[in-house]
């Protein structure tokens, strides 16, 4: 698979193994041009707004996806969403989430907040390779997605 524009995924996950496996899984499917994590809902809002140690666009550009894990410290993922799909700046950005709950309230909830789509992660890499490949062939490949703006 060949990307046709420059973009950048921002990965909202505290499990760094699951970062890692990721980063990976999108590698496998040539889907990475830039990958940013941020470990916190708090870290991710400060990424967006370009505030604190995100202060730099260069450094923290605006992604043209969002992975958002909702179990994290400080600032859930719920939260996050809300936020982002609130503020009229943010709120075009797609969101992927992306967490092991199964939970249909968890669902429901984020899909009603806003999220683009919910997956499970999956257990094995292989499943994860295969995951990653759907994400980057429907979002780069298949939909319009609106430039990222600085």
């Not at 390779?129 to 759907?134: H, N, P, R, S, T």
């Amino acid at each position: 698979m060949e990307n046709k524009r420059s973009v950048v995924i921002l990965m909202a996950d505290d499990d760094k193994d699951d970062c890692r496996s990721t980063k990976k899984a999108l590698e496998k499917n040539f889907l990475v041009n830039e990958l940013k994590f941020v470990h916190d809902g708090e870290q991710l809002m400060d990424y967006l707004y370009n505030q604190g140690i995100y202060s730099s666009p260069v450094e923290a550009p605006k992604p043209s996806l969002i992975l958002l894990d909702l179990n994290m410290p400080k600032k859930d993922g719920r939260e996050a969403l809300k936020e982002i799909k609130s503020n009229n700046l943010l709120k075009h950005i797609p969101i992927v989430v992306l967490t092991t709950s199964q939970e249909e309230e968890d669902i429901y909830s984020s899909y009603n907040l806003g999220a683009n789509a919910f997956i499970t992660k999956p257990v094995t890499f292989s499943a994860l390779v295969e995951k990653m490949l759907g994400v980057g062939t429907f979002w780069f490949d298949i939909v319009e997605i609106p430039a990222t703006k600085e």
